[in-house]
């Protein structure tokens, strides 16, 4: 439909133009005089000397008033008005005229003449007629705009109406309809006509008839009436098949009272007519509302149940199992290795391993359990119903089976375990974070001491973790408080009894346990990655204590620091190391690190690549404990490795067991082989000692020669061997 709007300001303009007139007569005194005596009221006026110039005028522009001669050359008068008439030509005609024949006035009239003046005539009469005229005019020309406008704002506000996205209604005192616009098919896919006459009862969804009730019958006016209310209409089935299939759609309603005013009196009581209201299709929004629900609740990736929604049915489950008495199970699932899939393999498959886990643990479990995803690869399943510990490890025993069968990622078998851990409602807690805490530090048990596999929580883990707590928080502090100290373990030539290594250990002066070892600190060190600030500290130490001795410089013992795995995974690792050893001016060859085997199982290249910028620099590379970890003879050749500390746990049994002595004299013998050299530590006795000798082994360390000592013991060590050593060549 096509709505043509009409510029009323322009008409309105129009009204206020100055009125034009012809006067048409073939008698040129009387037209000139005439004319004379109205350009003293009148300025726009044209004049014609017959009829057919009068036409001629006529056709070329309007005129609000013609006065016009009937008996005249060429076309006379009657002529002029039958043109008038024939062509719908909106003016008005005054006659001025001698004829007295009553027919000529009858058709004059007939034809449209608004007046009749007969020559002789009173100006005065007809400038009063023709003021009466144009007033007429200006009247029936306002009407007409008035008549237009109305027309065109009915016309306007119907297709405003009609094409409103909303549904637009009216009913009447019954509560039927009697006006639908035409959104009524767009939305709920009736024709009009189908809903005229009809109540309106028969379109609201069942669950929403009570709350519909009060708003279609709202009688309050626009300012007073209900706020919006949303309820549900009953929608004709899209399918042809189907053709009695209901559905609803949900929309947003708003109605008020329709009253008839008496135009008479306006303080009357008014009339209730029925009821208007506006149905707003809320389908879009109401979708996005229900998937901003989805994704508040749910895990977008695998569709599980976020930790939101956990949590709700947690709390839920917990009030049942208070009433009831019954027990539920909480179970923190983590996945083995995922981090190295995901590295390996990029995030998208490890997306794609993740959907494949949950889907796998989906079918493992009841229908009233919550499997849920928190994040990363930990998962999390709540088994509300009556559950004993037998069960929870049969379900347990069950999600670890599954998750054994080979992945299928890029076309390549990939294997992922799992390592849970279990808390038990009310036994290890009555509080839900307390309940998932206990859980996750059961599974970080499991992780510990081997993963894949599950366990119970018990007060141990507890105590196990406030430690945890309390070590870090008083690392912390040691390193504010100064309170770690280094001492200096003498490596020794057996052949020369000479000093020509020393290792760097870290003690913590702790303020109730004493002097400790790193075996109390050094896990819960890497864990909270304090371990690199403590090896920047064992560094520091090493330069202010040793480097700046004149007796030490002079030697040529080397220094050696242990780095654990998380200093070596660092990525600027060797970079870092090096520049810091540069800024304390120590000599690259005159240090050592020693790491464990264990440092580089994970990634061997990466490790070997950070190694070789450290040796090319000349700093040695010693493998600590060696023997302990999962060596082979591959590892060695590969990596960069100048020296391998035998472990004092094989040292110790070579008195006692034949297989410890050999198992010592065949890594003696491996090492003599790739030309690595060998430094046995932990000797404790001369039989250790002479045994290693007899392995062509001679560099020593261990309580035989020196225990630990302060760095003022150490050096004073250095010093009666360097007096030693200028006296001999002395």
Known sequence: MDITLTNYEDESHQLDKPASLLVVDDDLRA?????????RQWSDIAQAADGEEAISQIQSRHFDLIILDLNMPKKSGDQVLSFIKNKNIQTTVIILSGETSINKVTEAVRLGAYDIFRKP??????????????????????????????AQSEELHRYMVDNSPDLIYILNLAGEFTFVNDSVTRLLGYHKAELLGKHYSEFIAEKDRLKAEYLFHERRKASRSNGTIEI???????HPSKPFEVTTRPIELKSMGIYAVDSKDSRSVSTYLGTYGVARDISSRKKAEELITYQAYHDLLTKLPNRAMLHDRLDLAIKQANRSGETLIVMFLDLDRFK????????????????EVADRLKVEIRTGDTLARLGGDEFMLLLPQPTSREQAESVAQKLIASLQQPFYLKGKEVYVNVSIGISVFPVDSND?????????????????????????????????????????????????????????????????SQIVGVEALLRWNHPQLGLVSPNYFIKQAEESRIIEQLSEKVLTSVASDLFGNKEF??????????????????????????????????????????????????????????????????????????????????????????????????????????????????????????????????????????????????????????????????????????????????
């Not at 005065?124 to 200006?138: D, S």
């Not at 995030?347 to 391993?353: K, R, S, T």
């Open 340 to 355: 190295l899939i995901n590295d390996s393999f990029g995030h998208v498959v490890g997306d794609q391993l993740l959907v």
């Open 232 to 238: 549900g209409l009953k929608c004709r089935s899209k």
């Open 432 to 496: 839900i974070n307390t309940l998932i805490k206990n859980a996750d530090m059961a599974m970080y048990e499991v992780k510990s001491t081997g993963k894949n596999g599950y366990t119970f929580y018990n007060d141990k883990l507890e105590h196990a973790a406030a430690e945890k707590i309390s070590i870090e928080s008083g690392l912390r502090q040691a390193l504010k408080k100064d309170e770690l100290e280094i001492f200096y373990q003498p490596q020794i030539d057996v052949l020369t």
């Open 553 to 730: 410089l002079q030697s040529r013992i080397k220094v050696s620091i242990n780095l654990s795995p998380t200093d070596i995974r660092q990525k600027e690792f060797p970079e870092n190391f090096v520049s810091l050893a540069a800024g304390f001016d120590i000599e690259p060859g005159r240090l050592e690190i020693e790491i464990t085997e264990n440092t580089f199982m994970s990634d061997i290249q990466a490790c070997t690549r950070k190694l070789q910028v450290l040796a090319n620099k000349g700093i040695s590379i010693a493998i600590d404990d060696f023997g302990t970890g999962y060596s082979s003879l591959n590892y060695l050749r590969e990596l960069p490795v100048n020296a391998v500390k035998i472990d004092y746990s094989f040292i110790s049994e070579i008195e006692h067991s034949k297989k410890g002595a050999a198992l010592v004299s065949a890594i003696v013998g491996m090492a003599h082989g790739l030309g690595i050299n060998i430094i046995a530590e932990g000797v404790e006795n001369e039989r250790q000692s002479e045994y290693l000798q007899s392995l062509d082994c001679h560099v020593m360390q261990g309580y035989l020669f020196s225990k630990p000592v302060t760095v003022n013991e150490f050096l004073e060590s250095v010093t009666i061997q360097q007096k030693k050593s200028l006296a001999s060549s002395a």
């Open 31 to 39: 037209r000139e005089s005439l004319v004379v005596l109205l350009k």
């Open 121 to 150: 005539y009173s100006y005065h009469e007809l400038e009063h007629a023709i003021r009466n005229a144009l007033h007429k005019v200006r009247i029936e020309e306002e009407k007409t705009q008035i008549q237009n406008r109305l």
